[in-house]
């Protein structure tokens, strides 16, 4: 049986979770600024995560804690912050990747300016981190570094991939190995998308430190074909794909 | 009496603790990957911490420590990291603000691209707190989140003074209120060129957490007036100054 991934996340259960990520995000980021730049600031902030998104890492670090008797509550912070680090890298990447739509409406550096843009990434990306240190009063203090210390290397993998896409793209490199091209998706894809999120599910649920080889394999592997699926459907999706044709990949 | 800038930084003691830091960076930052690209990253990375600077914000932060009978051995990697906030932020900076010249040498983003320069910002930023992780095994966990702490909060102060500068700048407003002026200095300079290196040397020498107000109000009069120098000296330095003229402030 081929499982469609629409109609897996259209599962109650993937749904109800989707909701509560959604709700921490929207009351955590800050709103309302008596300063009138800065209050269009926030709205910046907010302008990706209000959009309609199917929030696959936050499903996956879930469903992770549970599978490995940990709880969805002690799991919900952690999360979320994936989707605040998916939502300020897909700031940057638009400006990257000269983007024109992001689910379905223009992209941030659009309705805005680029640097305008380039800096409410980087106050998300702040956002992102101060949500973690949330973590300190459920989990304890060993715990919430530990998972910090995860999203460090996530970052670290995930801009290197982002360097080799970006450089291959700029300089029209057709001549890549496929060597190359799976060590891309494996840092640009593979790390952010999968294997941290199981990683961080199980750190949550064990509640103490986990083997740095632990879901590498699994997740390296899962990545790189959602990135090949992602790449494909960048060339042959609807209008309702919410991205222009290609544009992803030239 | 008054004292030159120059003059102080010249002393013997801050040559010395500005070779200590210098060689912490250049020995931490990543080199010489096997995949060309990477590689390229990682010269992009080290290109302007390599560049000559003053090194204002690790020294307040090695001296406060020592102040509060403190090591400076305890400071280095914090210290550290503060340059690396210095040089992640600025290469940011510079794309928003369209500047020419950075320590007297052209932009990155001049050097290379805009997208490449973008992203090398959010990989040095990465290795930022992978340097400041690098403090669990000489300061254990409490202190090493402590002051991942004090980070996030000068992380998130900077990018809203960044956007109220670039916003005045982007829309030509010129009628600023002196308060608001105030705000942008405390946000956009203060913080990072003041308050929290003080506090994070403070807080190194005490080994526990210190006051959520110190050096908050003596620090943010410092870097106003630090900020009100910066700016007149983008209009009447000479061509040792190394930046382009008014391009801070037009």
Redesign the interface.
Known sequence: MVYNIADILSEPEIQANKKLIDEIIINFLPSNHG?K??N??YNMMRDYPLRPAKGIRSSICLFTSQAFGGTIDDALLTASSLELFQNW?LI?DD????SELRRGQPVLHRKY????A???G??L???M??LL?KN?SLLG??L??DI??EF?HM??ET??G???E???S?NNDLNISQE?YL?MCTKKTSWYTCITPFRLGNLIAEKKNINKNKFVEFGTNLGIAFQIRDDILNLTADSKYGKEYAGDII
Chains 1, 2 share one sequence.
């Open positions: 300063i730049e800065i269009l600031l890298i940057h400006i990257e990747d000269e300016t680029i640097p305008l380039i800096n409410a980087d106050s990306h702040g956002r981190w101060s240190q300190h203090t060993e919430t570094l910090i210390n460090i970052l670290n801009t290197e982002q360097h080799m970006l450089s291959w700029q190359d060590v």
